[in-house]
């Protein structure tokens, strides 16, 4: 539950599970792949990346699929391809089903030239997203290129934008939103070209180089093995070659501008970006987010908000030892990304707050500028995010409790009237709500107590607000700029609703209770 404030037996619980060592995030679900060979392609780089918490690189793919389709492609099988998006690439199945591709997403998002077929295309505007950094739709992250600003400077064929050997030398060109190069004599950090690629006759910088030859553990499909994380041909199976030059630019990521190197490639993005922690300061653009908006568009975003995570633990279920054994900062990202998934699916766009076992005030930073860093940055730092995304709609999940065993259940969902927005709020918790109790008994035969819709003005007498749901306040000075709710679906302490959400049909029917929500309550604004 997100609360106004830490409860003294929620700061003891937060200090005795970390004492006890299990203060660790479970692993992520894999993805519903439309293929055995988009299976294996998958775990081959990015099971190891789900399964630990701290496995020192990010997602080749993604955590989740986006959705399958099925794309006209003059060579297919019937005119049709089978493809599965994800956040860094899509999936391709060739027309004998046999093998997988990659696709070549970045040469499409930049020439505007949707591929149809082996030599058929469509054209279409260039892409306006951002090629680094946060969601630029509705005016956020104004300063970083789009796809459409690297028109002048990439490569298609031989002798276009080429550039000559330059390894050895330092990176020192930036790159504007309109596509204006420039030099300088002070680039944010000193990165040296380390590999010339002569068939597109582009610099590859020695981090990028190096990132694209890394070794790591990889499933063979039985077992885990020390091999290169990006298969033995990256160029082939994974990056495609340079398209063009690195460039220095400013992006604003995490609601902050800063200092980005970034790269195209054939099939991905790569940036650099020096304030990161090691050794995520080299990241793959979510390039399998950005084509399929721009191929499919939609001009719905939904901020999802996994409560707690990191050193917050939120609701703690506890063994029959005394010790916690599941936590609720857990089953919270599991029904996030699984929400994610569907609505990705249904041609939404999804901004979440998290993907990972961290507060999304990470690295810690007073964000509210009381001169402390505590549960209330945590909180701003999601207003933020949804707010800097420009979202339509935001979902605070949770599970609840009432601090013990107890035999209390059921779902109920909070809203706050005390917004410009407030019967917006109280529509979206209406069909929440309704959903959410509709979804769990057809999918897992469980009907929880209907709990009702509860606003957030008969907390207390004060008239206090949850944080993420109320207008700003002395104690947080952002607010959320669209409707919203927190969802609080079932009980941890109450041993039946435990058992149902340790197993994966309630997550699934939690997520799929989320997205019918959504779906009717954009329906109804329509």
Known sequence: M???????????????????????????????????????????????????????RGFTWGPVSLGVFQETYAEGSGGERTVQYYDKSRMELTRDKQLVTNGLLTKELVSGKRQDGDNTFTQ????????????????????????????????FMPGQNSAPNRTGQVVDQSVNRAGKVARTDKPPVKLAYGFYEKTT?????????????????????????????????????????????????????????????VQLFERRVLTYTPSNQDPYKVEMGNIGQHYLQWRYGSSHLIVLDPGHGGADPGTVHTGPDGKPDMLEKNINLAIGLKTAELLRAEGYQVVLTRTTDASPNTPAQDVNGDGKID??????????????????????????????????????????????????????????????????KERTGYTPQDRQIRDDNALDSEGSHFVVLGPSSPRHKSATGMPGVIAEALFINNEAEATLLRDPKTINALAAGYRTAVK??????N
């Open 201 to 261: 006759a582009h610099n590859i910088p020695k981090v990028f180089f190096d990132y694209q030859n890394i070794t790591g553990q990889v499933w063979d499909g039985k077992k885990y093995v020390e091999k290169k994380v990006f298969t033995d041909n990256p160029v082939v199976n994974v990056f495609g070659y340079p398209i063009s030059e690195a460039y220095w630019t400013r992006a604003t990521v995490q609601g902050q501008e800063r200092d980005v190197l």
């Open 375 to 440: 549960i209330l940055d945590d909180l701003e730092a999601r207003i933020n995010i949804a707010n800097k995304a420009n979202g339509e709609l935001f979902l605070s999940i949770h599970i609840n409790s009432n601090g013990k065993p107890s035999s209390a259940g059921g779902t109920e969902t909070w809203y706050c009237s005390d917004r410009p927005f407030g019967a917006n709020n109280k529509l979206f918790a209406q069909l929440v709500q309704q959903e959410t109790i509709a979804s769990l």
């Open 520 to 525: 009717k309550y954009l329906m109804a604004q």
């Open 2 to 56: 997100s609360s106004k404030k830490l409860s003294p037996v929620i700061l003891l619980l937060v200090f005795l599970v970390q004492l006890s060592g299990l203060f660790t995030p479970n692993s992520q679900a894999a993805p519903v792949f439309a293929s055995t060979g988009f299976q294996n392609l998958w775990e081959y780089s990015d099971k190891k990346v789900a399964e630990t918490p701290s496995p020192g």
């Open 124 to 155: 279409l505007l260039p892409g306006q997203l951002q090629v680094a950094g946060d969601n630029n739709l509705g005016g956020g992250n104004p300063n970083a290129p789009v796809y459409a600003s690297f028109a002048g400077l990439v490569t």
